[in-house]
């Protein structure tokens, strides 16, 4: 029992060391090339995460020089659990997917995606059976801003959705968009909502909802927003 809660730890230390590299990353990644696009394999298949039991396949794709991943598939074992032709995927400069085997038997999947036609890129978290997809949810891509916000004891990881212009730091306004803040719990990232309105009434003086509203402009209060 206590080389398994060692293990768990241990890897648990690792799954956010690796998040924290993942979220240091500016969405200008190095996988950005000048070369041909059928010298680089554009259309050829790639494992972005290979084990015995769980598996990840997609095929590269360009767009403007920009490597992204398409066709995706999941596998458990030999057998596809899941399969996707629609979606651009993104690695992060090769830091995503992160994979967790979770104790409660479920695998956790983290992998950027496109979310709009601007390209702006947010996050999946997939969950799955051994068998099955679970769920799907969309969390934004996390910046580099890792630490106990709410001093509840876990460090909490945040960041803006996309579909909106990027937040500007340096106005006295802008529209409502909360930032999402998510702790690593051992079911999975886990959406922390005490930290977000935390967020929200120290930016804005108020809190608003969850969602991002266009329609609302609000002055920014804080002069030191993190």
Same mark, same amino acid.
């Given at each position: 029992?206590?080389?398994?809660?060692?293990?768990?730890?241990?890897?648990?230390?690792?799954?956010?060391?690796?998040?924290?590299?993942?979220?240091?990353?500016?969405?200008?990644?190095?996988?950005?090339?000048?070369?041909?696009?059928? &010298?680089?394999?554009?259309?050829?298949? #790639?494992? +972005?995460? $290979? !084990? /015995?039991?769980?598996?990840?396949?997609?095929?590269?794709?360009?767009?403007?020089? &920009?490597?992204?991943?398409?066709?995706? #598939?999941? +596998?458990? $074992? !030999? /057998?596809?659990?899941?399969?996707?032709?629609?979606?651009?995927?993104?690695?992060?400069?090769?830091?995503?997917?992160?994979?967790?085997? +979770?104790?409660?038997?479920?695998?956790?999947?983290?992998?950027?995606?496109?979310?709009?036609?601007?390209?702006?890129?947010?996050?999946?978290?997939?969950?799955?059976?051994?068998?099955?997809?679970?769920?799907?949810?969309?969390?934004?891509?996390?910046?580099?801003?890792?630490?106990?916000?709410?001093?509840?004891?876990?460090?909490?990881?945040?960041?803006?959705?996309?579909?909106?212009?990027?937040?500007?730091?340096?106005?006295?306004?802008?529209?409502?968009?909360?930032?999402?803040?998510?702790?690593?719990?051992?079911?999975?990232?886990?959406?922390?909502?005490?930290?977000?309105?935390?967020?929200?009434?120290?930016?804005?003086?108020?809190?608003?909802?969850?969602?991002?509203?266009?329609?609302?402009?609000?002055?920014?209060?804080?002069?030191?927003?993190?």
């Amino acid at each position: 029992m206590a080389v398994r809660k060692l293990f768990h730890f241990l890897f648990t230390m690792l799954a956010i060391v690796v998040l924290i590299f993942t979220c240091n990353t500016v969405k200008n990644p190095s996988d950005i090339f000048d070369q041909d696009e059928t &010298e680089l394999g554009n259309g050829e298949m #790639k494992w +972005l995460s $290979q !084990s /015995d039991s769980f598996s990840i396949l997609a095929a590269r794709w360009l767009k403007q020089g &920009e490597v992204f991943y398409r066709n995706l #598939k999941v +596998l458990h $074992q !030999s /057998d596809t659990i899941f399969a996707d032709s629609t979606t651009a995927y993104y690695t992060n400069y090769g830091l995503l997917p992160i994979v967790r085997h +979770l104790d409660n038997g479920k695998t956790e999947v983290l992998l950027g995606f496109v979310s709009d036609n601007d390209f702006q890129i947010d996050m999946l978290q997939m969950m799955f059976s051994p068998q099955k997809l679970l769920s799907i949810d969309t969390l934004p891509m996390f910046d580099g801003n890792h630490f106990d916000y709410d001093e509840d004891g876990q460090v909490e990881f945040s960041g803006f959705l996309g579909g909106f212009p990027t937040y500007c730091f340096d106005c006295d306004s802008d529209y409502y968009r909360p930032k999402l803040f998510y702790e690593m719990s051992l079911e999975g990232m886990a959406f922390d909502s005490i930290a977000t309105k935390m967020w929200v009434e120290q930016t804005y003086g108020g809190f608003y909802g969850f969602t991002p509203d266009s329609s609302r402009v609000l002055p920014i209060t804080s002069q030191n927003l993190k």
